[in-house]
């Protein structure tokens, strides 16, 4: 059973910037990541997922702001996260599949505990 945590969360005003982080163990190769967030009473976003090879998918609104990659050897996804709005407010969540293919809302093995964003305007 893998087990999936993420950092770097916290509050920054908009227009600022954070580095999501997230660790993977359990498991040494998992074939899609992804992040997505919920706020209480909207329906959760699937903001961004990436496969093995790199190839990448990001929710229309995130993109050209945030950017997704990984570091497969230390089996850490990362979610770069730039121009921070007040509507990027949520708790954020890293998931990951073994196998199948990679897109947004792709359908999880495990998924981490979240970390808060807060963006104050």
């Known amino acids: 059973q893998a087990q999936l945590v993420e950092s770097g969360g916290g509050s920054v005003q908009a227009g600022g910037s954070l580095r999501l982080s997230c660790v993977a163990s359990?498991?040494?190769?998992?074939?899609?990541w992804g992040w997505f967030r919920q706020t209480p009473g909207k329906e959760r976003e699937d903001i961004a997922a990436?496969?093995?090879?790199?190839?990448?998918v990001y929710k229309n609104s995130v993109k050209g702001r945030f950017t997704i990659s990984q570091n497969r050897g230390e089996n850490t996804v990362y979610l770069q996260m730039n121009s921070l709005q007040p509507e990027d407010t949520g708790v954020y969540y890293c998931?990951?599949?073994?196998?199948?293919?990679?897109?947004?809302?792709?359908?999880?093995?495990?998924r981490g505990q979240g970390t808060q964003v807060t963006v104050s305007s």
């Open positions: 990436i496969d093995s090879a790199d190839g990448t």
């Open positions: 998931a990951a599949a073994l196998r199948g293919s990679c897109y947004l809302g792709f359908p999880e093995d495990f």
């Open positions: 359990g498991y040494t190769h998992l074939m899609c």
